[in-house]
Nanobody, 125 residues
Framework: QVQLVESGGGLVQAGGSLRLSCAASGRAFMYTMGWFRQAPGKEREIVAAMSLSGASTYYADSVKGRFTISRDNAKNTVYLQMNSLKPEDTAVYYC???????????????????WGQGTQVTVSS
């Protein structure tokens, strides 16, 4: 079973930065990796995703220019650098893995096969 463990969440003021990390089992790094988030009462939504090679990426419109996804396959780790944080970014952030090999990364939560436990990000104004 693939295991994903997120870390790096916390409480920050608007305009601040956080870097989330996702430590994954080796097998997970054959897969596309994504970050999703879910606020109370809302649906889980894509934040960013990256293919194994990094050649294909996806960013939600709401985070383009502020968030950056990266991966270090040698360390079995995926990162989400979050800058210029806004209160609207407050949510539980999840790391996920998609087993499907595709030219472009996929953006729907239902398409991903493995999930971490989530890490809380709270942005105050």
């Amino acid at each position: 079973q693939v295991q994903l463990v997120e870390s790096g969440g916390g409480l920050v003021q608007a305009g601040g930065s956080l870097r989330l990390s996702c430590a994954a089992s080796g097998r997970a790094f054959m897969y596309t990796m994504g970050w999703f988030r879910q606020a109370p009462g809302k649906e889980r939504e894509i934040v960013a995703a990256m293919s194994l090679s990094g050649a294909s990426t996806y960013y939600a419109d709401s985070v383009k220019g502020r968030f950056t996804i990266s991966r270090d396959n040698a360390k079995n780790t995926v990162y989400l650098q979050m800058n210029s944080l806004k209160p609207e970014d407050t949510a539980v952030y999840y790391c996920a893995a998609d087993r499907e090999i595709a030219q472009r990364v996929r953006s729907e939560a239902a398409q991903y096969d493995y999930w971490g436990q989530g890490t809380q990000v709270t942005v105050s104004s």
